[in-house]
């Protein structure tokens, strides 16, 4: 119906809360569970500050950024969809590059950077810490491909 009266957008938009509540699941996430094994010691910590989640590792501070998108998903209806973002932080406190993102749908079926497929869960108790693994594994990777290599 919504379709009809408005725009297939602003249908799609409906969903909007729903995807806020995926987002408040992977935030709670973040700063509630432990870091899965092999990822424990290499100093990733995930704090808030002041309402803003930061992830710490090997001196870089990233803020995450949470904003909603178009999902393709190759095919061609886009869908309302979470974006979080991993933004370096410069030395003088501005935002500098995205250094890492993750995508969700409002069933928090989420995907890493440019992965094609969705392969954890933000929402669903039992795939948490799947989805901390991943996230975790992808900021790690990223960080660790910007630090400077000397000879």
């Known amino acids: ?24 699941s992977a935030r709670q996430t973040l700063l509630s569970l432990a870091l899965p094994g092999g990822l424990q010691n290499i100093g990733l910590r995930f704090r808030e500050t002041d309402g803003a989640v930061y992830a710490d590792l090997h001196g870089r501070t990233l803020v995450m950024r949470y904003d909603h998108v178009w999902l393709k998903d190759g095919t061609s209806v886009t869908r309302l969809g979470g974006r979080l973002r991993f933004i370096e932080k410069t030395y003088s406190g501005e935002d500098g590059e995205v250094v890492c993102a ?23 108790p039992d795939e948490q810490a799947e989805f901390l693994r991943k996230l975790s594994l992808a900021l790690a990777n990223a960080v660790h491909a910007k630090m400077d290599v000397i000879e």
């Not at 094609?116 to 933000?122: L, P, V």
């Open 102 to 124: 993750a995508f969700f749908d409002e069933l928090g079926n989420t995907r890493m950077n440019s992965e094609g497929f969705y392969g954890s869960n933000c929402v669903v």
């Open 1 to 24: 119906m919504l379709d009809l009266q408005y725009s297939r957008t602003v249908a799609a938009a409906q969903r909007a809360l729903t995807l806020d509540k995926a987002y408040a």
